[in-house]
């Protein structure tokens, strides 16, 4: 049974999420993207050991403190898909353009393709890969749990934009309809911002995506 915690982090408040097995109190943390006080705050509060850095998408409010806390716990840096090298290698860039802090770029120990399984602390997510936010977004899937990190690829209510370099919204759509709605509509889901839904819910409700939307009425 996995637990896990969202500290919404940033001006942006991106929901990076700390995952961890109650009987170990030992996890991993997905897309660590600032206000590392807060993230360490909630870890020795509740006595948590990280094993690993996972990251959905190179976008500096989900990647912009990876650097620091991978070097400050010693963990490895599993993912995005390395379609989004270019974002990473642009981190300090971005840092300067929106006034982030203390943000360096980094290089993954594992780069991951779609089909990968990641690991920490015996929680294992299906890694499925969902271009078009950015080309090499990924989504952490745990199916015991039935629980998905989706970052920026769908929100309740909405999806990811696609007016980035490299972003794609007919790609987007498909990596939800063709990548995610398979996983099941029971699925909850913790986007990279705002409330958490499940794909049932958005397959209902989402104007972009919504089933009614596509015209594929059912
Ligand atoms: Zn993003
Ligand atoms: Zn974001």
């Known amino acids: 049974m996995l637990r896990y915690q969202i500290i919404p982090v940033t001006p942006l408040q991106q929901n990076c999420t700390v995952f961890w097995s109650p009987e170990t109190n030992r ?86 393709e779609d089909g990968d399984k990641v690991e920490a602390a015996g929680v294992t ?16 899937y745990q199916p015991d749990d039935n629980v998905a990190m989706v970052g920026d690829v769908i929100f309740q209510g909405s999806i990811g934009r696609t007016d980035f370099p490299k972003g794609d919204h007919q790609q987007l759509i498909t990596s939800i309809t063709q990548k995610l709605w398979p996983l099941g509509q029971d699925v909850t889901f913790v986007p990279g911002h705002g409330p958490t839904s499940t794909f049932g819910e958005e397959r209902r409700s989402n104007p972009f995506v919504s089933d009614m939307a596509l015209g594929h009425v059912s």
């Open 27 to 112: 996890g991993g943390i997905v897309d660590p993207g600032g206000d590392l006080s807060l993230i360490r705050n909630f870890l020795s509060e509740n006595d948590i050991t990280l094993e690993k850095i996972l990251c959905t998408h190179g976008h500096l409010d989900h990647v912009g403190a990876v650097s620091e806390l991978a070097r400050e716990l010693s963990l490895p840096v599993i993912g995005p898909h390395k379609d989004d090298l270019f974002w990473i290698e642009g981190l300090p860039e971005a840092a300067e353009m929106y006034g982030f802090q203390n943000v360096e770029t980094f290089v993954p120990d594992q780069w991951l």
């Open 125 to 140: 997510f299906d890694v499925v890969h969902c271009p078009g936010h950015t080309p090499g977004h990924v989504i952490f």
